[in-house]
């Protein structure tokens, strides 16, 4: 599979499509499956295609710059499994820039992608391996082994970051079993595989010893979970690219989470997770930092409200730093705390959404809106403001999605708007 170096990503791009084609049309022609159906092949094995292509526009407006591209993303492959539980997979990944006006990376680089005239849109044009690995799976014990997807819990700590169009993987091991109500679940990884993709430089990916462990408990309605992540980054490569003073963490917390019933159309849903973060192995600072975060939502049959807190600790000099996280979930869409500030960060937010049921023309519909309030945590200061929208719906084997979000500065950052269109299709 090429990597770094490539000099016609477009060709790539057309060999994915073409393979991509090709065990669609092999599965659906193979015992009348439809495409993406698992093709038996006989004495236990099946062969089950993997396509997943997603086309996007994004719009980046603030006062200096702006930023339009519409980028593709195409993702091919196939899992063989075995009836003993053994599979392997293994799926390539490529993102084409159609309209390129925008800096693919918010880093100094040398790369024609780097356009620092333009607003950041973190989607490089990007051929590589995106995964690549063996597993066994039984009812209770999954081990699992190579360059894998891992999104732990909400995706707070760690996640693929599946909203940007090139995905983050990790190279690990990871071992999960279930032991009645307990749940035990760890991973060693020996390296980070970045959104920035095979051209991104020293963010290609980090290497060091990442160590993620959890054990969670069903307490009647209440889910607890315990966790621990330990990242020891190899520091003379990555020094540059991550913060010396700031790479190698440790972090100690608990989550909590519960759906309680208040009628036969109602319900409570409650999540609060605390964690403490400190300096570890060859971090030369010495600190303590809190995070918490507490939300209440409300849904009635269609209808859902949801209100939180969360807050990032900083003391000045060192703040809470979740770099393995899907960060565009957290703290609005417009992704300006990406990096939490040295002073810390506090997002109180609320929300609504919809499901409209009944729309034959739209199959799927759905909406939501959601505001933030941004402070510090030491001084309390305020940031800004932001209000995050959203619109989507089904055709077919479609999905199509619009959002927008709005950032209205105060003390950090600049007003930023920006825009999405995106179809998406996967079996």
Same mark, same amino acid.
């Given at each position: ?8 990503p477009?060709?790539y791009?057309r060999t994915l499509f073409?393979?991509a084609?090709?065990?669609a ?14 093709i038996k ?7 089950d ?6 086309l996007?526009h994004?719009h ?18 196939f899992?063989?499994?075995h009836?003993s ?5 293994t799926?390539?990944?490529?993102t084409?820039?159609?309209?390129? #006006? ?8 040398? #790369? ?5 005239t333009?607003?950041v ?5 990007n051929v590589?391996?995106n ?18 997807r891992?999104?732990l819990d909400d995706?707070?700590?760690v996640?693929s ?13 990871r071992?999960e ?10 991973t ?7 959104v ?6 020293p963010?290609?990916?980090?290497d ?7 054990a969670?408990a069903?307490l009647?309605?209440?889910?607890a979970k ?8 190899d520091?003379?490569e ?8 700031n790479? #190698? ?6 989550r909590?989470?519960?759906?309680f ?6 319900k409570l849903?409650?999540?609060?997770s605390?964690?403490?973060?400190s300096?570890?192995?060859?971090n030369?600072s ?7 975060n507490?939300?209440?939502g ?9 209100a939180?807190?969360?807050m ?6 060192r ?10 979930k957290?703290?609005?869409?417009a992704?300006?705390?990406l ?5 810390g ?8 959404s919809?499901?409209f049921?009944g729309v034959?023309?739209?199959p799927?519909?759905?909406a939501a809106?959601t505001i933030?309030r941004?402070?510090? #945590? ?8 932001e209000?995050?929208?959203s ?10 999605l ?5 950032y209205?500065a ?18």
């Amino acid at each position: 599979m090429p990597e770094a170096g490539d000099a016609n990503p477009e060709k790539y791009m057309r060999t994915l499509f073409t393979g991509a084609a090709a065990l669609a049309a092999f599965a659906s022609q193979t015992a009348h499956a439809a495409p993406g159906d698992p093709i038996k092949i006989g004495d236990g094995l099946s062969l089950d295609p993997i396509v997943d292509a997603r086309l996007r526009h994004e719009h980046v407006d603030t006062p200096t710059l702006d930023a339009d591209a519409v980028t593709l993303r195409v993702r091919a492959g196939f899992e063989v499994k075995h009836s003993s539980g053994l599979a392997l997979l293994t799926e390539a990944e490529g993102t084409m820039a159609i309209v390129k #006006d925008y800096n693919a990376f918010p880093f100094a680089i040398a #790369d024609s992608q780097r356009r620092p005239t333009h607003a950041v849109v973190a989607d490089p044009m990007n051929v590589e391996l995106n995964r690549l690995q063996l597993q066994y799976k039984s009812k209770t014990l999954t081990l699992t082994v190579g360059r894998q997807r891992i999104n732990l819990d909400d995706q707070r700590f760690v996640g693929s970051v599946g909203w940007r169009q090139n995905e983050q993987t990790f190279d690990a091991a990871r071992a999960e079993a279930k032991l009645g109500p307990i749940s035990l679940d760890g991973t060693y990884a020996i390296g980070q595989r970045t959104v920035f993709g095979v051209d991104g430089g020293p963010r290609t990916a980090y290497d060091g010893n990442f160590v993620f462990l959890g054990a969670g408990a069903k307490l009647g309605p209440i889910q607890a979970k315990g966790f621990a992540y330990l990242l020891d980054y190899d520091l003379n490569e990555q020094a540059g690219a991550l913060g010396a003073s700031n790479a #190698d963490t440790q972090t100690y917390g608990v989550r909590l989470s519960g759906a309680f019933p208040l009628s036969k159309a109602a319900k409570l849903n409650l999540v609060a997770s605390y964690a403490r973060q400190s300096d570890w192995k060859e971090n030369p600072s010495r600190y303590g930092i809190d995070y918490f975060n507490a939300e209440a939502g409300i849904a009635y049959k269609a209808f859902g409200l949801t209100a939180g807190y969360e807050m990032l600790g900083g003391n000045g000099g060192r703040a809470f730093q979740t770099p393995m996280a899907t960060l565009h979930k957290f703290n609005g869409w417009a992704d300006l705390f990406l990096t939490t500030p040295a002073s810390g960060l506090e997002d109180w937010y609320g929300g609504a959404s919809y499901k409209f049921a009944g729309v034959k023309a739209l199959p799927g519909l759905n909406a939501a809106v959601t505001i933030h309030r941004f402070e510090s #945590d030491l001084g309390s200061a305020h940031y800004g403001d932001e209000w995050d929208a959203s619109l989507g719906f089904r055709q077919g084997p479609v999905n199509l999605l619009g959002k927008y979000a709005r950032y209205e500065a105060a003390s950090f950052g600049v007003d930023t708007s920006k825009f999405w269109l995106q179809a998406e299709v996967a079996f």
